[in-house]
């Protein structure tokens, strides 16, 4: 099947608008089993918590800066704010209400500015993932901590365009190489979950939100198929929690 090189998005946009992938913030961090996107995001939740519980909390309560960078609504702030951050949002639009307007790439914050970067499923649709994370580690303050989240495995999503996706080596290559120190890599489903997921996507496409039934069915079997089989070598996502070093 060929893609017009002239309107790449064309395919994207002419699915209806409930097609697109848009979630309030319950719906990311405690997403229904009846969602066709359930297996990805719950995964996805459950590991954003367990890295930050590895991040120490600030020495005084709501003295440290946490900053969720490609932020929509915000899902995670409760799970940033319970361990004692402040948290402050940045968005490339005024259409969340963001504390701050910029990009990855270009956050036009101060040097050392915060503590906490929170900065998932964002990489994805920057132009430069390496320029972003350079700008993310510049904002850092020495000894503060990144968690960063990509997609492995997922359709087509320009929000607003889609250029990237990731493994596990390639993640850790490139935050080494802008001066990171990786601590902790969790991929976010295996082969099996993997499996159910991508058969919910094609029925998304097909039936949209119809399909509910079906995805309770899928998203059971396959949160029991992954206890069965573990194998990250064919994943959703990846979550990555580095720190800059204290000696910046």
Not at 138 to 152: A, D, F, S
Not at 186 to 207: D, E, K, T
């Amino acid at each position: 099947m060929e893609i017009d090189l002239s309107d790449i998005g064309a395919g994207y946009r002419e699915l209806p608008p409930d097609r697109h992938s848009r979630h309030a913030p319950t719906d990311r961090l405690q997403p229904s089993l009846f969602q066709y996107d359930y297996l990805a995001l719950s995964t996805l939740s459950a590991d954003v918590r367990r890295l930050l519980e590895q991040v120490p909390p600030p020495k005084q309560a709501a003295s440290g800066i946490a900053l969720d960078i490609g932020c929509g609504k915000s899902p995670y702030r409760v799970l940033a704010e319970s361990r004692g951050f402040r948290l402050m949002t940045l968005d490339i639009s005024e259409e969340s209400s963001p504390d701050f307007v910029g990009t990855v790439e270009d956050t036009r914050l101060p040097d050392g500015f915060a503590d906490l970067v929170l900065c998932t499923q964002v990489l994805e649709h920057s132009l430069d993932p390496e320029r972003g994370l350079r700008d993310i580690h510049r904002i850092l303050r020495p000894g503060g901590h990144l968690i960063v989240t990509v997609p492995h495995i997922w359709f087509y999503h320009p929000h607003p365009s889609d250029n990237w996706r990731f493994t596990q080596e390639g993640l850790t290559r490139l935050a080494l190489r802008t001066g990171y120190q990786p601590l902790r890599l969790l991929s976010q489903g295996g082969s099996a979950l993997s499996f159910f997921q991508i058969g919910n996507f094609l029925l998304y496409g097909a039936i949209g939100k119809f399909g509910a039934p079906a995805y309770l069915v899928n998203n059971l079997m396959g949160r029991f198929a992954d206890r069965l089989v573990s194998n990250a070598l064919f994943c959703l996502n990846f979550a990555l929690l580095v720190r800059k070093p204290a000696d910046g």
